[in-house]
């Protein structure tokens, strides 16, 4: 059984993102490869698009128990865009089954034009991160973006730099979500502190530490810090420890 959904109309979009047939039969430029799947990059009409292709869930019983990793991923990009927090637009989605077991299932986003992701801009020790009111503005979106997650009691579990564009205006976007759930009571306080542990493992090597307790202070919609908040940052600052 495949289950399959777009939003083109064009036909040359139609002819690449109609049908998840025509999805795996697509060449392009590979950018990662795993077992279970890979990224490639093509362009249509001067714009371009990223195809993620899964032809495994795991073995044996993972192929039939839980969400598919490609589900996860478009259920939570549909979420960000439910709640407001800017993400990559969802062209086209969906799985095949067999038996009920997970066979190949693939998720096609229009690119962020002129996007870079924060990591990028960190190892290239982009000016744009030594302009006070750039950072000031990209945190308030970040701050806001990672609260209403945490509002909603969901966590986005890889919560990193990479996964986070910012184009030209210094607009952000929150993307590559596939591991993203909902928690409740200490798990899910534990996976907020584990995605601000994330945030911060770049950002303590080139932001200062004002910049990165005012982006909490933004996050909390604080102007200073409470006693519970001074030991989730200390929380924080010790979740990576021994681990790198």
């Known amino acids: 059984m495949s289950a399959w959904k777009h939003h083109v109309n064009e036909p040359i979009l139609l002819a690449a993102f109609g049908s998840l047939e025509a999805v795996f039969a697509l060449q392009g430029e590979r950018l990662t490869k ?3 799947s890979e990224v490639i990059r093509i362009e249509r009409e001067g714009v371009r698009y990223y195809v993620k292709r899964y032809w495994g869930a795991g073995k044996g019983l ?3 128990l839980g969400r598919p990793r490609v589900k996860a991923e478009w259920q939570n990009l549909k979420l960000f865009a439910k709640w407001g927090i800017p993400t990559a637009p969802i062209v086209a989605y969906g799985l095949e089954r067999n038996a009920g077991a997970f066979v190949r299932g693939a998720l096609v986003t229009r690119e962020l034009e002129g996007t870079l992701d924060l990591a990028e801009l960190a190892n290239r020790e982009d000016e744009r991160l030594a302009d006070p009111d750039w950072v000031m503005r990209v945190s308030r979106q970040l701050a806001k973006g990672t609260r209403t997650l945490h509002d909603h009691h969901f ?3 890889d919560l990193k730099w990479r996964n986070l564009l910012v184009n030209e205006k210094a607009e952000l976007f929150f993307i590559d979500c596939p591991t993203g759930s909902f928690w409740w009571g200490p798990l899910l ?4 502190v584990k ?4 945030l911060d493992k770049v950002a303590k090597r080139v932001l200062s530490r004002t910049q990165r307790l005012r982006f909490y202070l933004q996050y909390r919609g604080r102007d200073r810090l409470g006693a519970r908040d001074k030991r989730r940052l200390r929380q924080v600052l010790k979740f990576f420890e021994g681990r790198e």
Not at 189 to 192: A, D, P, S, T, V
Not at 195 to 198: K, Q, V
């Open 62 to 64: 993972r192929r039939y």
């Open 195 to 198: 995605d601000l542990a994330c």
């Open 34 to 36: 795993d077992p279970l």
């Open 155 to 157: 966590t986005h579990n």
């Open 189 to 192: 306080r534990y996976r907020i």
